[in-house]
Nanobody
Framework: QVQLVESGGGLVQAGGSLGLSCAASGSIFSINRMGWYRQIPGKQRELVAAIPSGGNTNYADSVKGRFTISRDNAKNTMYLQMNSLKPEDTAVYYC???????????????WGQGTQVTVSS
């Protein structure tokens, strides 16, 4: 069984920084695209940043220049460093990963449990 576990998040003042991590575990054959999303109550989940197994990252316009996504393939872990945080960054952040498992050898998208990020003004 594959699982994504997030850590990090919390409360920070505007202009501050926070880091999130997302660790994948279980019967993993390969991990392709990984991404961070966020959701505000009453709104759709939106993509924050994504990173393929190889190649260029992409970011939402609202976070470009402030957030950095990275991954450590040896540890099956992805990170999101968030700098110059703004109150509008307040949301529940979810990680996702497109994983092929050892068993069925089928790729599917897995999600973390979500972690709250709150930026006070």
């Amino acid at each position: 069984q594959v699982q994504l576990v997030e850590s990090g998040g919390g409360l920070v003042q505007a202009g501050g920084s926070l880091g999130l991590s997302c660790a994948a575990s279980g019967s993993i054959f390969s991990i392709n695209r990984m991404g961070w999303y966020r959701q505000i109550p009453g709104k759709q989940r939106e993509l924050v940043a994504a990173i393929p197994s190889g190649g260029n990252t992409n970011y939402a316009d609202s976070v470009k220049g402030r957030f950095t996504i990275s991954r450590d393939n040896a540890k099956n872990t992805m990170y999101l460093q968030m700098n110059s945080l703004k109150p509008e960054d307040t949301a529940v952040y979810y990680c996702s990963a497109d994983i092929v498992d050892h068993g069925l050898q089928v790729q599917r998208r897995y999600w973390g449990q979500g972690t709250q990020v709150t930026v006070s003004s």
